[in-house]
């Protein structure tokens, strides 16, 4: 992983090189023009930036233009001065002792298990996501005890309520714009219209939110957040629009989808840099892979060797499951079924990464 670094002396070179996590590259910035032309400024995943006037214009320049992605400051001002600033989200102050840990938690693998909001991205229809948002609801609703929703936006249609065979009574569109309240999720529960307290939300074909503001759907997303446990959103398909980033800067986690083919992975990689690109931290962004052929599993070596994302996982060969789909009896998971949900569940509840020294940090009884 590739992290910028700037700083005008070079005091503190040897703490950062310190603090980098394993694996980690840094590239140090001595001249600031030109930089967006150049292959390091593009590819970088966090900027380290070490103040030691204020104002300093060069500094705030470079910021601007690094943003959305994430940066850190070390404020070296004898006053402080860069804590007066306006608050970013992704802009990180830091002492020298926070250094490291802050950049474990913004370069590490680190995952939030399980995560409250899953994003499932791909600009191709190569992988079931409605098979998986449904399994991923299920295995949180069972194991947890909790308040599941998906939300599913898939392009060019939404397929889990048809999966389940059950009618789409929430429209996405409807409740940002208004015309329903997420009060009737409560009385769709109570009546019976739901399944096993897992709420579906779609986007019905001919629905549309080209009259709706960002503004709304940020504010429909917080207050679906704020209600549920998790949510669920089943981006497959959908390319990357301003939609997809307002979804994206919400989610904890981001499984991009992909298959066994070259032009399926490809797209998975291309998406999941522009999730980076957006800020969403590296550990989040995990590539899931399925075979698109029985018994024949992708080659993880090869993918692994070509791709900068994660491997989250794999997951069985899926098109005979559209059996109990067409039959109606998705859920309760049975047969073959329970071998796709155990693959899923080592994905959806994989363990943190910790630092080695913390191991031994931990004092004994």
């Known amino acids: 992983m590739k992290v910028l670094a700037y700083s005008e002396t070079g005091e503190m070179q040897e703490a950062i090189r310190q603090s980098l996590t394993a694996g980690s590259q840094v590239v140090w910035l001595h001249e600031l023009e030109q930089l967006e032309a150049s292959f390091d400024w593009a590819s970088a995943r966090v900027l380290i930036m ?10 705030e320049a470079l910021l601007e233009g690094f943003l959305p992605r994430p940066v850190v400051v070390l404020d070296q001002t004898a006053e402080g001065a860069w804590h007066n600033r306006e608050p970013h989200p992704q802009v ?44 991923t609801a299920w295995s949180l609703r069972r194991q947890q005890q909790a308040r599941v929703l998906v939300l599913d ?8 309520a048809a999966y389940l065979d059950l009618p789409l009574h929430n429209n996405f569109a409807d409740l940002v714009s208004g015309h329903l309240s997420i009060d009737k999720l409560e009385r769709d529960r109570r009546d019976g219209t739901c399944l096993s307290d897992v709420d579906i939300i779609g986007l019905p074909p001919g629905s549309s939110l080209a009259q709706v503001t960002a503004e709304e759907v940020s504010r429909t997303l ?36 992909a298959d066994q083919k070259h032009l399926s992975i490809t797209a998975a990689i291309e998406m999941g840099e522009y999730l980076l690109q957006l800020g969403v931290r590296p550990g989040a962004v995990g590539l899931v892979l399925a075979p698109c052929y029985k018994d024949v599993l992708p080659d993880q070596h090869t993918i692994s060797q070509h791709s900068s994302l994660p491997l989250r996982g794999i997951l069985p060969w899926s ?38 020294w913390r191991k031994f940090s931990i004092r004994s009884a």
């Open 222 to 257: 917080q207050a679906l957040s704020t209600r549920y446990d998790h949510l669920v959103v089943n981006l497959n398909g959908m390319q990357p629009s301003p939609l997809l980033r307002l979804v994206a800067r919400c989610c904890d986690q981001h499984w991009v989808l």
């Open 50 to 59: 070490v103040a030691q006037h204020w104002p300093d214009r060069q500094l």
């Open 319 to 356: 098109p005979h499951y559209l059996t109990a789909i067409n039959a109606g009896t998705l859920l309760p998971p049975q047969g073959e079924l329970q071998g796709y949900l155990q693959a899923l569940e080592l994905m959806l509840h994989a363990r943190k990464v910790e630092r080695w």
């Open 153 to 160: 936006l898939a392009m060019p249609q939404a397929d889990v």
């Open 92 to 135: 990180h102050l830091v002492d020298r002792k926070e250094l490291a840990d802050k950049l474990y938690f913004l370069t590490s693998a680190q995952v939030d298990n399980p995560p409250h909001m899953l994003g499932l991205f791909s600009s191709r229809n190569d992988s079931d996501a409605a098979l998986l948002s449904i399994c």
